[in-house]
């Protein structure tokens, strides 16, 4: 079963970009990764879903690489209102229906002036 | 996108009383929604799945005696914790998934913050 590990926790200061690397080593040949960001005291929200390469939205940037054991959630440019948890899911994150998530411990951005 | 609506955001009760939250879709469908127990620094946990038209499915150590669920409508998912005790005290999350298939996005709401004293 595909597992993840993130860091428990990144600090960054205004304006930097900000790279989160998760690791999925046994990530299967069908399972996409995806991204949710948690600010407190609120439910998840979607960020990015990606299969392989790169993908691309407003909010954010998903890297990659070719052997897809692990990926990078990019944020450019983060302002103190990107402080959240960020929570990487790959596969076994899913039911068998796809759709109940399995949280793991995700990486707590603190973002300061 | 979907927007999912919980109710209310903060609620505290006194111990041994019941509690009920109510999860909506406000603008799609859901046959099936999740509630999710999240407590202070950890992640989510699933607790159940919620169906419409049937009962719901707990996850492994959830009493499904004291978290009563009840999907009434396909836009309406109800969580009742009865006979509430400070070890409940926890913030409480519906989501509905937004399509079908593996890997859709899901939409969540935006908890609810029970306290029980």
């Known amino acids: 079963l595909a597992k993840t590990t993130q860091p428990i926790s990144m600090d960054s200061y205004e304006g930097q970009e900000v790279n989160i690397t998760c690791s999925h080593n046994n990530i299967a040949t069908n399972d996409y990764i995806t991204w949710y960001q948690q600010f407190p005291s609120q439910g998840p929200r979607f960020i990015i879903q990606g299969y392989k390469t790169k993908v691309t939205n407003e909010v954010a940037s998903l890297f990659i690489p070719a052997d897809r054991k692990s990926s990078t959630l990019s944020l450019p440019r983060v302002s103190l209102s990107d402080t959240a948890v960020y929570y990487c899911?790959?596969?076994?994150?899913?039911?068998?229906?796809?759709?109940?998530?399995?949280f793991g411990k995700g990486t707590s951005l603190l973002v300061t002036p | 996108g979907a927007v999912v609506s919980q109710h209310p955001s903060r609620v505290i009760c006194k111990s041994g009383t019941s509690v009920k939250i109510e999860c909506r879709s406000l603008d799609f469908q859901a046959t099936t929604m999740f509630w999710y127990r999240q407590f202070p620094k950890q992640s989510l946990m699933l607790m159940a799945t919620s169906n419409e038209g049937s009962k719901a499915t707990y996850e492994q150590g959830v009493e499904k005696d004291k978290f009563l669920i009840n999907h009434a409508s396909l836009t309406l998912s109800t969580l009742t914790v009865t006979s509430a005790h400070p070890e409940d005290s926890s913030f409480y999350i519906c989501s509905a998934p937004g399509g079908q298939g593996a890997y859709t996005e899901a939409f969540f709401g935006q908890g609810t913050r029970l306290t029980v004293v």
């Open positions: 899911l790959v596969g076994d994150s899913y039911s068998n229906s796809g759709y109940a998530l399995n």
